[in-house]
């Protein structure tokens, strides 16, 4: 598949819904917080045709941030940026390969200037048995999951710190934290974003840039209530007795967490792992 980018304009997400099923709604009604200091600021995000990553894009944008996001999904990704009112940027790439992710972030920048905020969102939970994974399975699931966050944040580092510093936010996840099973690459590979946060921390402190990480619950993307319809309709209401809060999350409570840690708001936190779960943990 080829890379290709365009220039768009619009914005639907989902919202949450307490104990019943998700059903779409606009993410466009001006409740939202307004960071001023957003406006106009190159942002990349990873994985931002759908789900998580989607409205996240859809937030920045509504800031008046020029968003740029990486998906391999063409046909999500062209839906997405139809859709959304601002200036915004895409390419199409496989993040597994490091080599062409690196000549998308180049050819982003070209067009939305240096970044300033990245969002190191994609990634993929998909289910695998434990007993049957091979070498090979576990380093695709370190390459979707955790080894891009790394080289993009390589990628945007030196522009970062020359524009005057920036924000890299690295999307983590509970799942390690109490044990997930049927996931253990994917929470392994979740589990040391903490660790490259902490020390990304400390490499680009000295260049006024910020990292930090996101550490979400179970979050009702589409995919996720798809798969939990189709396995476990019970999940929903009994995942809701392990939260303390009895709403489920939505991609709306990540991406409002990840404006803030982009913001001046947070101007003195870095290194740090900042979980979004309804009290899980």
């Given at each position: 598949m080829k890379p290709s980018s365009v220039l768009s304009l619009g914005g639907i997400g989902w919202k949450k819904l307490g104990e019943r099923m998700p059903a779409p709604s606009s993410s466009t009604d001006g409740s939202h917080a307004r960071y001023f200091d957003l406006a106009n600021i190159p942002v990349l995000i990873s994985g931002g045709g759908s789900g998580i990553g989607a409205e996240i894009v859809r937030r920045f944008a509504q800031q008046g941030a020029r968003v740029g996001f990486l998906e391999v999904n063409?046909?999500?990704?062209?839906?997405?940026?139809?859709?959304?009112?601002?200036?915004?940027?895409?390419?199409?790439?496989?993040?597994?390969?490091?080599?062409?992710?690196?000549?998308?972030?180049?050819?982003?920048?070209g067009k939305l200037g240096a970044f300033r905020v990245l969002v190191n969102n994609a990634g993929d939970d998909a289910r695998h048995a434990w007993k049957d994974?091979?070498?090979?399975?576990?380093d695709d699931r370190f390459a979707v999951n955790l080894?891009?966050?790394?080289?993009?944040?390589q990628a945007v580092a030196s522009g970062m710190a020359q524009a005057g510093g920036g924000s890299i936010i690295n999307l983590g996840s509970i799942s390690?934290?109490?044990?997930?099973?049927g996931v253990i690459a994917y929470t392994t590979a979740k589990a040391a974003v903490g660790g490259l946060t902490k020390s990304l921390a400390r490499e680009l402190?000295?260049?006024?840039?910020?990292?930090?990480?996101?550490?979400?619950?179970?979050?009702?993307?589409?995919?996720?209530?798809s798969r939990a319809q189709a396995t476990d309709p019970s999940k929903f209401a009994a995942y809701l007795?392990?939260?303390?809060?009895?709403?489920?999350?939505d991609a709306g409570d990540i991406a409002s967490m990840a404006l803030w840690l982009a913001s001046g708001e947070s101007r003195r936190c870095t290194g740090q792992t900042f979980i979004v779960d309804g009290g899980v943990i």
């Amino acid at each position: 598949m080829k890379p290709s980018s365009v220039l768009s304009l619009g914005g639907i997400g989902w919202k949450k819904l307490g104990e019943r099923m998700p059903a779409p709604s606009s993410s466009t009604d001006g409740s939202h917080a307004r960071y001023f200091d957003l406006a106009n600021i190159p942002v990349l995000i990873s994985g931002g045709g759908s789900g998580i990553g989607a409205e996240i894009v859809r937030r920045f944008a509504q800031q008046g941030a020029r968003v740029g996001f990486l998906e391999v999904n063409a046909e999500a990704a062209a839906s997405l940026a139809s859709s959304i009112e601002g200036v915004v940027a895409y390419e199409v790439v496989d993040l597994r390969d490091i080599g062409a992710a690196r000549a998308a972030v180049s050819r982003l920048a070209g067009k939305l200037g240096a970044f300033r905020v990245l969002v190191n969102n994609a990634g993929d939970d998909a289910r695998h048995a434990w007993k049957d994974i091979t070498p090979e399975q576990w380093d695709d699931r370190f390459a979707v999951n955790l080894r891009h966050q790394f080289f993009l944040a390589q990628a945007v580092a030196s522009g970062m710190a020359q524009a005057g510093g920036g924000s890299i936010i690295n999307l983590g996840s509970i799942s390690w934290m109490f044990g997930a099973v049927g996931v253990i690459a994917y929470t392994t590979a979740k589990a040391a974003v903490g660790g490259l946060t902490k020390s990304l921390a400390r490499e680009l402190g000295r260049d006024s840039i910020r990292v930090n990480a996101i550490a979400p619950g179970w979050v009702l993307t589409e995919k996720q209530v798809s798969r939990a319809q189709a396995t476990d309709p019970s999940k929903f209401a009994a995942y809701l007795e392990r939260q303390c809060l009895k709403e489920h999350l939505d991609a709306g409570d990540i991406a409002s967490m990840a404006l803030w840690l982009a913001s001046g708001e947070s101007r003195r936190c870095t290194g740090q792992t900042f979980i979004v779960d309804g009290g899980v943990i």
